[in-house]
């Protein structure tokens, strides 16, 4: 044992990930714009739905606006999100305009 503890240990370096920082916050965003798109178009045709049986005799449709609603908001949430890393950063500035 003291053998053992008296060797010298020599420690792997730190793996890092072979994907650049960059690259791993552009995957998340797309990530979060497809969930985003699944969530907000699954709503909006619920609703659709809801509102065909209780109001619009069972038409078809209302489903469809609302899951182009939907689709729509999340699209639009989507690019301003990527064009939000475009500009540049305006953190603690307030921006007066005439």
């Given at each position: 044992?003291?053998?053992?503890?008296?060797?010298?240990?020599?420690?792997?370096?730190?793996?890092?990930?072979?994907?650049?920082?960059?690259e791993a916050l552009l995957n998340d965003k797309?990530?979060?714009?497809?969930?985003?798109?699944?969530?907000?178009?699954?709503?909006?045709?619920?609703?659709?739905?809801?509102?065909?049986?209780?109001?619009?005799?069972?038409?078809?449709?209302?489903?469809?606006?609302?899951?182009?609603?939907?689709?729509?908001?999340?699209v639009e949430e989507c690019d301003n999100s990527?064009?939000?890393?475009?500009?540049?950063?305006?953190?603690?500035?307030?921006v007066l305009r005439p």
């Amino acid at each position: 044992m003291a053998d053992e503890s008296s060797a010298p240990q020599t420690q792997a370096p730190a793996a890092r990930s072979a994907r650049p920082l960059s690259e791993a916050l552009l995957n998340d965003k797309w990530d979060r714009c497809l969930s985003s798109l699944l969530i907000r178009s699954g709503l909006g045709l619920s609703f659709g739905v809801i509102f065909s049986v209780l109001l619009f005799k069972r038409r078809a449709w209302p489903a469809y606006v609302g899951l182009g609603f939907g689709a729509g908001r999340a699209v639009e949430e989507c690019d301003n999100s990527f064009k939000r890393a475009a500009r540049e950063s305006r953190d603690g500035l307030r921006v007066l305009r005439p």
